[in-house]
């Protein structure tokens, strides 16, 4: 799991000029996440190791990453308040992003 997302992340990092800030997971690839990193205590750490901003969505087939000015503006702290830390969010973020088709 964590090769494939270091792969992906790569892929998309040489194809677009930026690394992605978001990763799409269902909630299997989440616990399968959680326990390739089970040497973390928490959610907190695991997401401050991955420093992308996990998206759930039960319709996700595969992991996949994303870029979001929004989210870039959040943890530049140029977007809303808050500290813009990672985190973990259920269902579909806003703002524009690119979708690696990977």
């Known amino acids: ?39 973390l205590r928490d959610s907190a750490a695991l997401l ?20 979001s000015a929004v989210r870039a503006r959040a943890v530049s702290g140029q977007g809303r308040a808050g500290d813009g830390g990672p985190s973990i969010h259920n269902g579909v973020g806003r703002g524009q992003s690119w979708l690696d088709p990977l």
């Open 1 to 39: 799991m964590l090769s494939h997302l270091y792969r992906i992340a790569a892929e998309f990092e040489h194809r677009h000029g930026v690394m992605p800030n978001l990763l799409y997971l269902n909630h299997a690839h989440f616990e399968q996440l959680e326990q390739a990193l089970s040497g």
């Open 48 to 67: 401050r190791n991955l420093d992308m901003a996990v998206v759930l969505q039960q319709d996700v087939v595969h992991p996949r990453v994303a870029w």
